[in-house]
């Protein structure tokens, strides 16, 4: 993806947060190389992948941040969140739990992220539709009361993972220019 050689015009710092195991680094590997891997354990030591892409003519790096088994409560650094312009919080829509975990999230973020930031809400794994545990309908009503865009997603069958990151980065681009 994206010419090395190109110049760019904006670096855009995003962060992943949520529970584990929601599929938060599988949707990074999806944005930044287009792979999964149902047994994903390999992004140890990775602090972030980037992807360029072009928005309005101009070219844009997106500096993906994942946390690296840094769920716990509280245990994501506020070296981790500093310079994000957007964040990406996901649950995974076969779990309640990890939705029930979203209030605490935002609330971390809102904490140690700049006030500005871009917030999208990400169900992932609709491709597990069978075993869905949280309807479509509550996550959007709490991202319309919380003020976040809000998306399902697969990363395991790629399904809106391009527009979650397209949503977020436009946005950021929206609110610099
Ligand atoms: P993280 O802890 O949030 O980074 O979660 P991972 O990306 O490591 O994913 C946790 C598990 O869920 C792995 O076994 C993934 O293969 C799986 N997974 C991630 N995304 C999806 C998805 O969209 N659909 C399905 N069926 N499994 C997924
Ligand atoms: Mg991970």
Avoid: C
Wanted: glycine share 6%; no cysteine.
């Amino acid at each position: 993806y994206g010419d090395p050689s190109q110049k760019i015009d904006y670096v855009f710092k995003v962060v992943l947060i949520g529970d584990s195991a929601v599929g938060k680094s599988q949707i990074l590997a999806r944005y930044a190389r287009d792979e999964f891997s149902l047994d994903s354990k390999a992004t140890i030591g990775v602090e972030f992948q980037t992807r360029t892409l072009v928005i309005d003519h101009k070219s844009v790096k997106a500096q993906i941040w994942d946390t690296a088994g840094q769920e716990r409560y509280r245990a994501v650094t506020s070296a981790y969140y500093r310079g994000a312009v957007g964040a990406m919080l996901v649950y995974d829509i076969t779990r309640r739990q990890t939705f029930d975990h979203i209030p605490r999230w935002l609330e971390e973020l809102r904490a140690h992220a700049d006030k500005n930031i871009v917030i999208i809400l990400i169900g992932n794994k609709t491709d597990l539709e069978d075993q869905r545990a949280i309807p479509m309908e509550d996550a959007k009503e709490f991202a319309e009361k919380e003020g976040l865009f809000f998306l399902e997603t697969s990363a395991f069958k790629a399904t809106n993972v391009e527009s979650a990151f397209t949503t977020v980065l436009t946005e950021i681009f929206n609110i610099v220019n």
